[in-house]
């Protein structure tokens, strides 16, 4: 059974960073792609990046160039680096399995952590 914990969101101003953290376990994780979604508050979930199991990451537009996703398969952890944060970044953070399909299309696991607050004041 897949489990992810998702850690590392707080408040923090406009300009700022952060780091989260998502422990996945009841998986292979090195076999597996990974990626970090979010959710703002009264709009649907929606992908921000992505890895495979080789490393190589995908970025939506909004956040190219200020975020950056990356895995430790030693420690089961994906993470996403995020700089210049923006108030519109606020949102749930997050990780998930990716189970099929490619870039953008992918098709996560079923099994969502209770994610990550991160809030941008202006």
């Known amino acids: 059974q897949v489990q992810l914990v998702e850690s590392g969101g707080g408040l923090v101003q406009a300009g700022g960073s952060l780091r989260l953290s998502c422990v996945a376990s009841?998986?292979?994780?090195?076999?597996?792609?990974m990626s970090w979604y979010r959710q703002a508050p009264g709009k649907q979930r929606e992908l921000v990046a992505a890895?495979?199991?080789?490393?190589?990451?995908n970025y939506v537009d909004f956040v190219k160039g200020r975020f950056t996703i990356s895995r430790d398969n030693a420690r089961n952890t994906v993470y996403l680096q995020m700089n210049s944060l923006k108030p519109e970044d606020t949102a749930v953070y997050y990780c998930?399995?990716?189970?099929?399909?490619?870039?953008?299309?992918?098709?996560?696991?079923?099994?969502w952590g209770q994610g990550t607050q991160v809030t941008v004041s202006s």
């Open positions: 998930n399995v990716l189970i099929s399909g490619t870039w953008p299309n992918y098709r996560p696991s079923n099994a």
């Open positions: 009841g998986i292979i994780f090195r076999f597996n792609g």
């Open positions: 890895i495979n199991n080789g490393g190589t990451t």
